[in-house]
Each structure stands twice: as structure tokens, then as C-alpha cells.
């Protein structure tokens, strides 16, 4: 349902004879907003439901499917219609990057959705390919010592859908999707206390590391 209200394009400062209403759509709960034409949207992934020991801030749901970067929107009980990016994600477990209003209750019900940016053709026409993500089944965590020499920190594993690589350490870690890291070949750069979630598409070889000094450990998980 559309909320019309009395608006003027930036063009019709000086004149005011002309009223253009602009339009709003309800986005969540006390928010609406501006009608826009765009090439972003989101799909469905699935729907799942709340389970015990929820809170306003994570989602306990069994083998839920959300990533980091999904969109949690309730479609019923006492938080429907709050739309909430996902933060972080365990195996079944979702934690949201704000608050709600109040804790879901167990049994209310809610979408899992991906946003999708259209593709255009040299014609004009709008595209939107959805591909779904693999699911996984299994999580398997491990440990590895923080080192100042190349260290492997993940096996080639061709089952692999997701993994995350925690830098518990006060040491930079730099991470190589190959063999052999070193401070000069690498990919990514963990500072202390930070996290790689992979990309998409998930990489699936050897993953080695190297700290600028052997102290901590990386806290690996990764689902299959």
C-alpha cells in the first residue's frame, strides 16, 4: 500500500506551481521509503522458523542456510515486517546487525533472502540471474598455531561450501589461497582479532598462512 505525499523534484525549486507527489513504501516497522527505480533486488532462499533461546540480537534456527549479507524478514509474530541484515552466521545459529524490538517468539516465522544486482543487455532489457547457494551439512572446526613460517591452515577439500578463519592472535596473519604464504604472497591480511568469511565462489584448494610473529592461533571452521 502507498503513502502519497506532497513532494517537488530538485527542478521546481523556484516554482511551485507545478506539485509532483512522491510515493513511499513501508520497509519495516516506523519506516518507509522513497520509490525509487532500481536494478537491485533480492531472492528468496528459504523460510525458516525461530526455535528456543532466541534473543533481539540472534536467531537460533537448525541448519538455517543465511550467510553474512542476507536479509532476515519476519512474516509473523511479534517482530513481523522488521527487515534485518544478517551480521554473522554459525551452523545454526543467525546474529543480526541490530536489534529488534523485542525477541522473536519460538515458532514465528521468517525469510531468508539475498540481494541480486540485475545485469542490462546492450538493448536495454534487465536481467536477473538467481543461482542458488550450495547448503552444507557438516561443520568441522580446527586450530593451528600461530607461526613465523608458512603453515597449512586448510587442506584442499573439494566438498567445501563455506569457511571463516578467525585471527586469535595480537600478530597480522596473512593468508594465501595456495602454498606456501609468505608477508610478500598472500591474499588477504588479518589484523588481530579479525575474521575471513570466504567469498563466493568458494574457493575449494589449499589455504597456508604466515604471522608476522608466532604468537595465537587461527580458529578455522569449515562446512561441508
Do not use: C
Amino acid at each position: 500500500m502507498a503513502i502519497v505525499t506532497g513532494g517537488f523534484k530538485s527542478t521546481d525549486i523556484e516554482s511551485r506551481a507545478k506539485v509532483e507527489p512522491d510515493t513511499h513504501q513501508y520497509v519495516g516497522r516506523y519506516r518507509q521509503g522513497l520509490d525509487v527505480v532500481s536494478q537491485f533486488t533480492y531472492f528468496l532462499v528459504a523460510s525458516d522458523s525461530v526455535e528456543a533461546s532466541s534473543t533481539e540480537t540472534v536467531i537460533v534456527a537448525t541448519a538455517h542456510g543465511a550467510r553474512k549479507g542476507d536479509v532476515i524478514s519476519f512474516t509473523s509474530g511479534n517482530v513481523i515486517y522488521d527487515f534485518v541484515f544478517v551480521q554473522s552466521v554459525a551452523t545454526d545459529a543467525i546474529t543480526l546487525s541490530q536489534k529488534l524490538v523485542a525477541a522473536p517468539s519460538p515458532g514465528d516465522t521468517f525469510d531468508i533472502l539475498r540481494p541480486v544486482v540485475a545485469r542490462s543487455s546492450s538493448s536495454g532489457a534487465i536481467s536477473v540471474a538467481f543461482t542458488e547457494s550450495p547448503t552444507a551439512s557438516t561443520s568441522t572446526t580446527s586450530s593451528v598455531s600461530g607461526s613465523a613460517s608458512s603453515v597449512q591452515l586448510l587442506a584442499s577439500n573439494g566438498s567445501r561450501k563455506s569457511a571463516s578463519i578467525y585471527n586469535d592472535s595480537s600478530a597480522s596473519l596473512y593468508v594465501k589461497f595456495g602454498t606456501t604464504a609468505s608477508t610478500t604472497d598472500f591474499k588477504y591480511l588479518l589484523g588481530p582479532r579479525d575474521t575471513l568469511e570466504f567469498p563466493t565462489p568458494i574457493y575449494t584448494g589449499r589455504v597456508d598462512g604466515i604471522w608476522s610473529s608466532a604468537s595465537g592461533a587461527a580458529r578455522i571452521a569449515e562446512e561441508t
